[in-house]
């Protein structure tokens, strides 16, 4: 996203940086000596040259855009409207409080307006807002053939987030009787808990399901995941982006400990990850998500709806393959999964391969008879051989058989969520 000031710019040059490091980090031996796959190598070098392309072309069109050498702007969908105004703003030389005084309003106003991507500008105000800036705008509207079959999951509405079972939570104040003010609440707890990207959201989510949630409880549990990780910001230690990948077979290796997921929790906050866990809301069929915090923070969401340790294992590496391989750097971008059987493509399908080659490598389970295991015993034996959780093991087995019916005494049943205090 092309910045909007010289801080973010500056942000911007050192988060290249930050790439180019962990591309170098990925050359040569001492990257396939971690025993990750080489396929998700490439795969991670595919998506750094990518965010390294996107970075640079915009922090070059930030700098064109403040010489005044840019004057044109180009959206091809009406949601790109908020930016060509935050570009005009630029290219005007103006400052948020310039622009503000032109138009006769307070600089808190246009500040509030650029943070929710104008989403709740009337077309009256738009309008206006153009025309102090002076742009001209040339719409071509195109009917493409045939009509949109709404499928999707719809405008998401703030009147009809899920208010009572927010306060049900106590996520919001539980003292409030008055239904108005109840749901103005849940409004504000949603804006709030999200962050200045709040209205991206409704654009950028990215959900896999078998049926399609319900868009205001998907929104709702994404705020309390966000309002929970900014707590848990002061305790990070790592920088998880400029990492190599050592530290993705350390992580596995906890799962062998009967503690293992409160272990891999702890692991990943000292790494730069922070893992929230909190139960779905209804209509939501959520396991787990991925996105960026403010820019700079990689955050998982888990909601432990199934509670059993091969399911916790694979949901959780998911999920840190969103962060890997798709989410570098964008705050706006959401994942959001559900654990499925399925027939999955494109960045889904790169994150349950990340997530079962790091688990377990392609090489040894090709090469290994315990896929045709029947024997508890089978499957435990290889599990100490490699180092795991047999949970793992047996989790692969019954997803590639499709048989959940064995090997149901090594998954760990009911030993997951007690150790978050559930």
Known sequence: MIPDNDRQASLLNARIERVIASLKSLDGWDALRTGIELSVIELRKKSLR???????????????????????????QV??????????????????????????????????????????VSLRRLYDLF???????????????GLVELVSRGPIELNKLPYKEMLRRQWIRPDISEPEDVEVAAQRYVVQSIGENWSNFLHRQVVRANSLPDSQALLAWHARVCEIARTKKKNLKGDFFSLDLDWVRRLVELSKFDDGPRQAVDYLLSIGVIVVIEP??????????????????????LTLRFDRLDNFWFVLMHELGHLVLHAQFDD?????????????????????????????????????????AKSPDAVKSFATA?????????????RERND????????????????FGF
Request: glycine fraction near 8%.
């Open 50 to 76: 990518e965010t390294l392309n996107r970075l640079r072309s915009d922090v070059s069109a930030y700098a064109g855009i403040r010489s005044g050498e840019i004057k044109t702007f180009n959206a091809t």
């Open 131 to 145: 025309h102090v800036l002076n742009v001209s705008i040339k719409i071509e509207a195109n009917l493409e053939a």
């Open 332 to 372: 706006a971008v959401a994942f959001f999964d559900s654990d499925e059987i399925g027939v999955e493509k494109g960045k889904e399908s790169e994150a349950d391969n990340f997530a079962r080659s790091t688990l377990i490598a392609d090489e040894k389970w090709k090469t290994s008879l315990v896929r045709f």
């Open 386 to 398: 490699n180092g795991l959780s047999p949970a793992i093991v047996a989790g692969r087995i019954r």
């Open 280 to 301: 779905h809301l209804e209509k939501t069929h959520l396991d787990g998500a991925a996105t960026i915090l403010d820019g700079d923070t990689p955050v998982i969401g």
């Open 404 to 419: 959940f019916t064995i090997f149901s005494e090594l998954v760990g049943q009911g030993s997951v969520r007690r150790q």
């Open 79 to 120: 949601e790109g409207l908020p930016d060509i105004l935050k570009r005009a703003r630029l290219a005007r030389g103006l400052t948020q409080r310039q622009f503000a005084e032109l138009l006769g309003l307070k600089e808190q106003q246009i500040q509030r307006y650029e943070a929710e991507n104008y989403a709740t």
